[in-house]
């Protein structure tokens, strides 16, 4: 059973840096997809970051690129997102997810994505 289990969530305030971490069992995913989504209150989920672990190749929503890094460690089987200079729109739910066999146009898309953490909150104070 797959089970993928974020963690690092806070509150900061408006600049500040945080990260999440996202340990994913049940399965390797070191040749699928993994990355992060975020919902806010009242918003629908939106995209903010994934990579493609096989080829290493990662992709950025347009509003946080720069911003946010995107890693992963292998060998824990765990994604990451530093984020940097954190604003106060983004406070959110940010949800980890995990799937295989993800083609690159849909990577964006949380359709695409098999499985889902339960959230962690980010909250940013202005």
């Known amino acids: 059973q797959?089970?993928?289990?974020?963690s690092g969530g806070g509150?900061?305030?408006?600049?500040?840096?945080l990260t999440l971490s996202c340990a994913a069992s049940g399965q390797s995913f070191r040749r699928g997809a993994m990355g992060w989504f975020r919902q806010a209150p009242g918003k629908?989920?939106?995209f903010v970051a994934t990579g493609k672990w096989s080829g290493g190749h990662t992709y950025y929503s347009d509003s946080v690129k720069g911003r946010f890094t995107i890693s992963r460690d292998d060998a824990k089987n765990t994604?990451?997102?530093?984020?940097n200079n954190l604003k106060p729109e983004e406070?959110?739910?940010y949800y980890c997810a995990a799937g295989m066999g993800v083609i690159t146009s849909s990577l964006r898309s949380a359709a695409a994505y098999t499985y889902w953490g339960q959230g962690t909150q980010v909250t940013v104070a202005s």
Request: net charge negative; no cysteine.
């Open 2 to 6: 797959v089970h993928l289990a974020e």
């Open 11 to 17: 509150l900061v305030k408006a600049g500040d840096s």
């Open 79 to 83: 994604i990451y997102l530093q984020m």
């Open 91 to 93: 406070t959110a739910v």
């Open 44 to 46: 629908e989920q939106e």
